[in-house]
């Protein structure tokens, strides 16, 4: 089905919006946000339009301002009637200031950690956003709740992405997240029946040839993450590719079909040149020469940090929490969002390319010049400790088989 495809008209503030994205498919609209201060407007307008209730799912939920002004929206839907659940990451909730979500517990909100045993388990992490309102609208994407996801301070924000979506493609996560609430809350968190919900998750969507929405979901599996197989089915066949990513460690596997994809179509690939973790620009910088040479492109945003996650294969375009890296291609649970249709990548491409207009272009030669030994040497410990042993350990400390689990 053919996509309505609308650009927005500038911001009351003077801001240009050119790049804003909204479109009716198959039934569904969508809308992609991209600033932080509309990220935050997006989250508290589905919280404050919210009349029945709340299905809440974050990785990290800071007690900073932004924090504390999200809890207290979600309070005050509470104390109106709402029925809000909030599930939070233990590992990456962990900034929250001791007690912070007492009141809203006290108000009568539900919540529940994931991962909050102290564990091998607590290496696997939850690394979903996803809110859900009145069973009837959503909101994905990259972003956490937390100042630097809402563009504060500007000079050190996280330029991440969010997708809104309204219409009947939200049931799939409605049940998803009834799943997911069903094993957080329960008393000892089965790391068994968690991979057992990863691998037998199809949505209704899936049996019908003519919907061109796939909800993906990536988890801790014995082999490559589901979310990830498809991304993988995609490249084999792909001969266009265009991805943002904050996090670009693959294995050698997924790096190859990078390689062949290059060399047989067109790839443009927009990587971090900021970050929170040093290793993680170092690791991704190591691998740009083999990519360099099979004709890629290569670009390096520069205005602040990049934490999105934005994969177009052909006419699919992959939307979602999942960087490309060994523990979301592997370990984390993931929500990725693949929608095919040509219209919507060809706008999403053009998204990617007003991206390029901000960043670096990194040739072979800017490469080779930057190939000292001490480069070289951060770059191999690096993509070692991010893109091996983090990888590795969790695999052997999670993996085994155990009685009772």
């Known amino acids: 089905m053919a996509s309505r495809i609308a650009d927005e008209p500038d911001r009351q503030d003077g801001t240009k919006t050119d790049d804003a994205v909204t479109c009716t498919i198959h039934g569904n609209r969508l809308t992609v946000l991209e600033h932080g201060p509309d990220l935050r407007d997006a989250l508290i307008s589905l919280i404050d339009d ?19 002004l999200i ?7 509470v104390r109106r009637g709402v029925e809000v659940s909030l599930m939070v990451d233990a590992f990456g909730g962990s900034s929250a200031k001791a007690g912070f979500f007492d009141s809203f517990i006290e108000a009568g909100g539900r919540l529940a950690w994931f991962g909050a045993k102290r564990s091998t388990r607590y290496l696997i992490r939850n690394h979903q956003k996803l809110v ?14 937390a100042d630097s996801y809402f563009g504060v301070p500007p000079e050190d924000c996280w330029h991440d992405l969010g997708l809104r979506l309204d219409g009947p493609e939200v049931d799939a996560m409605v049940r998803w997240y009834g799943q997911l609430w069903h094993w957080v809350s329960g008393h000892r968190q089965k790391f068994a029946r968690l ?22 979901i990536g988890g801790p599996t014995q082999r490559l993450s589901p979310w990830a197989k498809v991304v993988k089915h995609d490249l084999q066949r792909g001969k266009r590719l265009d991805m943002i990513e904050a996090y670009f460690s693959p294995g050698q596997g997924m790096l190859r079909r990078l390689w062949r994809l290059a060399r047989r ?14 290793a993680t620009v170092a690791a991704a910088r190591l691998l740009y020469g083999p990519l360099l040479k099979r004709g890629a492109q290569i670009y390096e945003y520069q205005p602040c940090k990049l934490h999105m996650k934005l994969i177009i294969i052909d006419d699919a375009v992959f939307i979602g929490s999942a960087n490309f890296d060994m523990r979301s291609l592997f370990l984390n649970l993931e929500l990725m969002l693949r929608i095919e249709d040509a219209a919507f990548a060809d706008r999403m491409r053009a998204f990617v390319g007003q991206r390029i ?6 040739t072979l030669e800017v490469q080779e010049a930057r190939g ?18 983090d990888y590795t350990v969790t695999r052997r400390l999670n993996f085994r088989s155990r009685a009772g689990d």
Request: aromatic share 12%.
């Open 50 to 68: 919210a009349q029945h209730s709340l299905k809440v799912c974050y990785y990290i939920f800071d007690s900073d301002a932004s924090g504390r």
């Open 71 to 77: 809890l207290a929206r979600l309070m005050c839907a």
């Open 132 to 145: 859900i309102a009145d069973d009837a609208a959503l909101l994905i994407g990259g972003f956490n709740v």
């Open 195 to 216: 991979r057992a919900m990863v691998q037998r998750w199809h949505p209704v969507s899936d049996h019908d040839p003519g919907n061109p929405f796939r909800w993906l």
């Open 265 to 278: 179509g067109e790839v443009r690939l927009v990587m971090a040149a900021k970050s929170d973790n040093g």
């Open 357 to 362: 207009t901000d960043s670096r272009h990194i």
């Open 372 to 389: 000292g030994f001490l480069t070289l040497a951060k770059g191999w410990i690096s993509y070692f400790l991010v893109g091996f042993l």
